[in-house]
């Protein structure tokens, strides 16, 4: 398996192109299973879960050519994704895929709605919590699906199709409001959905979904009202920037001190994280068409956060807060209330000098003077970003194990960090 090893203690200097939102992408790869037409994406990220999506949707029949060229790399990782689903060949999402890659669950509301049936098994991903699924299947149901649980899959009827419904999620889920706004585009009559998740990804896939056809109302708010329709038809949209990317680049940026432009961000979807990383002393600019982020002098302040559904600061953003507080001038407070297991990166910080102490949903960071450089191990996709964080502000060198996490949600991240004056390279196994 591969590694990332860092050497510490380089401020970072320069600019990194912002990529496309792997949480955007993934449902946009999704909803072209609702039309027989071609759907155009631009910018997609050349991102581990997003073959691993691909490889699923190819099993339910979805034709795939790619073209596009992105900066800096050959044509043939192309960004531009043209997709098919013509004919659905296949309505079973099975296990090996889907255990793999929580998102993959989110055809279950797509193929019901075009199929009036689909068999998806009980989805995996990220270790960071129980994170069940009885929002979505509460809300599929209420559209009108049947739905049993057989030997881990979800099987999924509407012999007459669906229907439009009034559904409001007792809590905000992201998954869930994707799952059933997928669907109820082609159920029959008008949805509204109360309380749903407000996260930009949900816009931009709701903007994809209004020109394929749908009439959406209420995009960017917590109440959406979905007109269905009989058929979708096809579009070219282009994936929204990564906000998770532009933050985890900024928080890296204060961490080493530095001046970096992060070209194409938009400060709009990552506002509460940049007033967070403003309270700690880093200078934070909208540009207009990225945010350029510094730190020269002066130390780094803490801070208490806690994580919230958006427009709070995003849980996704959590871990690589917490690196960058390690090194604050006294104590940091987190609580995170998303997900109840997602501290898995504090033992590891610990490995390089860092003073955390957990008590159920929060964790007190004591600032250190400094950060060792050591062997860790990567053990989800955010904490082994927040991993790189501390890497980059320890002395000495760390080498990062189990970097596969990495690849499932960061394009180029060595690349881009090294390009900054980062010393940081991966050694290929063998
Ligand atoms: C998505 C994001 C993930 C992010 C998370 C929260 C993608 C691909 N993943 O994950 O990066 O960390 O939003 O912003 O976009 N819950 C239930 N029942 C359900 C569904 C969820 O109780 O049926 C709970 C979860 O356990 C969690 C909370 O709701 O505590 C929020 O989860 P949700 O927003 O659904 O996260 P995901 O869609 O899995």
Redesign the pocket.
Known sequence: MDRIQITGGTPLIGSIQISGA??AA?PLLIASLLTEDRLTLKNVPNLADVNLLVRILRNHGVDLAVDGKRPGSSTHLGDTFHLTARDIVDTTAPYELVSRM??SFWVLGPLIARMRQAKVSLPG?CAI?????????TGLKQLGAEIDIEAGYVVARAPRGLHGAHIVFP??????T?NVLLAAVLAKGETLIENA?R?P?IGDVAECLVKMGSKIEGIGTSVLRIQGRDRMEGAVHTVVPDR?ETGTFAMAVAATGGDVTLEGARSIHVKHALEVLAQTGTRVEDLGTGIRVTRTSGGILPISVETQ?FPGF???LQAQLMALLTRAGGTSVIRET???NRFMHVQELARLGADIQLHGDTATVKGVQSLTGAPVMATDLRASVSLVIAGLMAEGTTTINRVYHLDRGFEQLEQKLSRCGAQIERIASH
């Open positions: 792997k949480n993934l929580r998102a991903g919590g129980t994170r069940p699924v009885d929002l979505h299947l809590k905000v889920s992201v998954g869930a994707h998740a996260e990804e998770i559904p995003p849980t996704d998303i997900f109840e």
